[in-house]
């Protein structure tokens, strides 16, 4: 802990991030690239993957099911992360994909994932992305509500196919963490009241052109304790249970994602319980099962560098850095933590004192860290890192005031690489027409 606040200490923060070291010559190292080189060449802002870590924690997660001897299917996330690289690197490790849009099909498909190994999920699909799953054949598309199961069949129909489907149930389980990341509440938007589900299965067996393989639950994201995953597990075990003694047949559970991380001080479960869980909870069920994990594989692979613009003392300090809400909108959006190093090697020795870390945007929450203990010595020009970024970071970026989307390079085994050039501020124009009435010529 720091002697300035009970925040963790930058010490704190490099030694319980393996893929971190500081060394006297360039300072912070990514995976053992040195961040200085990559911002020299990249630019700031910039977004880092590290291709070893997310490879590592790809297996530690297999690991932890495989000790269980729990077979179970792993689709990423790919809304926390959804760039071509990451998608291939998962696709090596074995993991399929859990997709909220046809737009992160055509990603999917286009990074090699196979159709079989893709699980489409998310209230208001539209017609033509059901249409388009339908027509791929992918593995199971979670339906959100009833209109969409009778809307799927009708689809299907058209195809002269049958869709796998499975309800995604609303369990009514509070995820115990921020409310706006919580989705298995009674209220929620998502799923199928739990209440409806079993007769609704019931009745769908009759459709023709649906084929309803099992049940689906998303309860939240960074989810920090095992009892509400048990909760929502056991309710969805009882359903099962439920459908089958009505004569119809459950061959999947898609168990939905929610692994929380450690960001500031937060006691992050392994997924050793998530893995204990699920085995306690639907193991002897004998159904397929899955999971849709997202922050918990890619959060920790991720880093934003940006570089200082100014600093600017006052009550409080602030410094003002070239990141900013819309390329990081957590900390706006949910008041999110991540802790923040500087990259200087003399910056990890220096007399330290609390700043604000802000963005340049004009928007009062542009605000990354608030009394953040950070070197007294920073100024225009030092460079820091903005940890944990790897998850719900780049994909949630927008351009507001212009601010095109940032680089971003992958780091794997002491090689880099930028794999998405900085967009430029004539890339945003370009795609804007003037209707020819407003201009001059014009009549
Ligand atoms: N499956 C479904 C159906 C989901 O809706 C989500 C996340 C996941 C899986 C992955 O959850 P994870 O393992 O990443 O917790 N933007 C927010 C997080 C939104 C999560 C939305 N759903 C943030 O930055 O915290």
Known sequence: MNALSSEPTLNDLLTSRPPLEVNARDGLLFEGVPLHVIAAVAGTPCWITGAGTLRRRANA??????????????????????HQATLTILRECGYGVDIVSGGEMTRALHAGIKPNGIVFSGVGKSDLELRAAVEHGIRQINVESVEELYRLNDIAQACGKIAPAALRVNPDVDA??????????????????????????????????VELVGLAVH??????????????????????????????????VDCGGGLGIRYQDEIAPPPEMLAGVIAESLGDLGVELSIEPGRWLSAPTGILLSRVIETKAGNPDFVVIDAAMNDLARPALYD???????????????????????????ESSDIFAKDRVLPASLKRGDLVALLDTGAYGSVMSSTYNSRPFAAQVLVDNGRWEIIRQRQSVQDLIAAETIPDWLLPAHG
Not at 62 to 80: C, D, G, I, T
Not at 228 to 251: C, N, W
Request: glycine share 6%; hydrophobic share 45%.
């Open 61 to 82: 997660l297999k690991a932890a099911f495989e000790a269980r001897n729990l077979p179970v299917h792993f689709h990423f996330a790919m809304k926390s992360q959804d």
């Open 336 to 362: 999110s933590w991540h802790g923040i190093l500087p990259v200087a090697p003399a910056a990890f020795n220096d007399a330290l004192k609390p700043w604000d870390v802000v963005g340049p945007v004009c």
């Open 219 to 252: 309860l939240g994201s960074q989810m920090l304790t095992a009892e509400p995953f048990r909760q929502g597990y056991s309710r969805l075990a009882d359903m099962v249970r439920e459908i089958r003694a009505l004569g119809h047949t459950v061959k999947t």
């Open 176 to 209: 115990q963490t921020h409310d706006k990341i919580s989705t298995g509440r009674a209220g929620d938007k998502f799923g199928i009241e739990h209440r409806r589900a079993v007769k609704l299965y019931a009745e769908a067996a009759a459709l023709e052109h």
